[in-house]
């Protein structure tokens, strides 16, 4: 509990994002950018909570669309679903993909999604009508809202390394997930403020810092809290596409 505490006050520093074991991306679906994509000074970003059983998934996002809104991020460029509270859409998979929707970006802005929620081998558990938002359908998603931009994509669950394997993977996407596709993360209960996952990315992002080195410290941050909880370590999945090598957090 101190621990996740203390990372919320974290929180209320950093402004951006996430996480960890480092792959190559690896399908290349559709056209493709042929090369590099600029560094976005603009951006925009979909915050997804797919459950209300506890709060720290509302809290994480909420915390999180108040600390994006700076220039990189402009007045109605972040849209939040949220479980507990009202939002743009329902949080439901059709809602989801409703606020998908309401991103206005321009050829040249970043697309940043992020989502939070319990989760299974099969994909997000999205609570509110009993559905799971698989690796397929969140590809959709992404891609109706992102399209070729420079994306980066985090899921913060249970066994949300499935979301950075292929299905998922293109040469503009940064992926980062909480988990291996085997494995459970850690910190999802009532009394908790943000889960493991959540804290440790809220610590580990710095703006100007590349993706890697944001990936790497989180993972770092994660494992030291679950060898002090005595748990089988998560191990958060990181993939990056060729054209989005060097792109840095906002």
Same mark, same amino acid.
């Given at each position: 509990?101190?621990?996740? !505490?203390?990372?919320?006050?974290?929180?209320?520093?950093?402004?951006?994002?996430?996480? $960890?074991?480092?792959?190559?991306? +690896?399908?290349?679906?559709?056209?493709?950018?042929?090369?590099?994509?600029? /560094?976005?000074?603009?951006?925009?970003?979909?915050?997804?909570?797919?459950?209300?059983?506890?709060?720290?998934?509302?809290?994480?996002? /909420?915390?999180?669309?108040?600390?994006?809104?700076?220039?990189?991020?402009?007045?109605?460029?972040?849209?939040?679903?949220?479980?507990?509270?009202?939002?743009? $859409?329902?949080?439901?998979?059709?809602?989801?993909?409703?606020?998908?929707?309401?991103?206005? +970006?321009?050829?040249?802005?970043?697309?940043?999604?992020?989502?939070? $929620?319990?989760?299974?081998?099969?994909?997000?558990?999205?609570?509110?009508?009993?559905?799971?938002?698989?690796?397929?359908?969140?590809?959709?998603?992404?891609?109706?809202?992102?399209?070729?931009?420079?994306?980066?994509?985090?899921?913060?669950?249970?066994?949300?390394?499935?979301?950075?394997?292929?299905?998922?993977?293109?040469?503009?996407?940064?992926?980062?997930?909480?988990?291996?596709?085997? !494995?459970?993360?850690?910190?999802?209960?009532?009394?908790?403020?943000?889960?493991?996952?959540?804290?440790?990315?809220?610590?580990?992002?710095?703006?100007?810092?590349?993706?890697?080195?944001?990936?790497?410290?989180?993972?770092?941050?994660?494992?030291?809290?679950?060898?002090? +909880?005595?748990?089988?370590?998560?191990?958060?999945?990181?993939?990056?596409?060729?054209?989005?090598?060097?792109?840095?957090?906002?």
């Amino acid at each position: 509990m101190t621990f996740l !505490r203390r990372m919320l006050t974290v929180a209320t520093v950093f402004g951006s994002l996430l996480l $960890a074991g480092v792959q190559p991306a +690896l399908a290349q679906k559709g056209a493709q950018p042929a090369g590099p994509l600029p /560094q976005p000074t603009r951006w925009g970003a979909l915050l997804v909570s797919g459950d209300g059983s506890i709060p720290a998934f509302d809290n994480m996002v /909420q915390g999180l669309a108040r600390r994006l809104n700076s220039p990189a991020f402009p007045h109605g460029n972040i849209v939040t679903v949220t479980a507990r509270s009202q939002s743009a $859409a329902p949080a439901t998979v059709a809602g989801i993909a409703q606020a998908a929707g309401q991103l206005r +970006l321009a050829p040249t802005d970043g697309c940043m999604v992020f989502l939070t $929620a319990h989760g299974s081998p099969q994909g997000l558990g999205i609570a509110q009508r009993g559905e799971v938002l698989s690796p397929r359908m969140l590809d959709r998603i992404v891609d109706s809202a992102c399209g070729q931009r420079a994306t980066v994509v985090i899921v913060s669950a249970c066994f949300s390394g499935i979301f950075a394997g292929r299905e998922m993977a293109r040469p503009n996407r940064v992926i980062l997930t909480a988990a291996r596709p085997d !494995r459970t993360s850690f910190g999802c209960s009532a009394d908790n403020i943000l889960t493991v996952f959540d804290g440790c990315f809220l610590q580990s992002v710095r703006p100007g810092t590349a993706w890697r080195d944001v990936a790497a410290a989180s993972r770092s941050c994660v494992a030291a809290e679950e060898r002090r +909880l005595g748990v089988l370590a998560s191990e958060p999945q990181f993939t990056v596409g060729p054209s989005v090598d060097r792109l840095v957090a906002p």
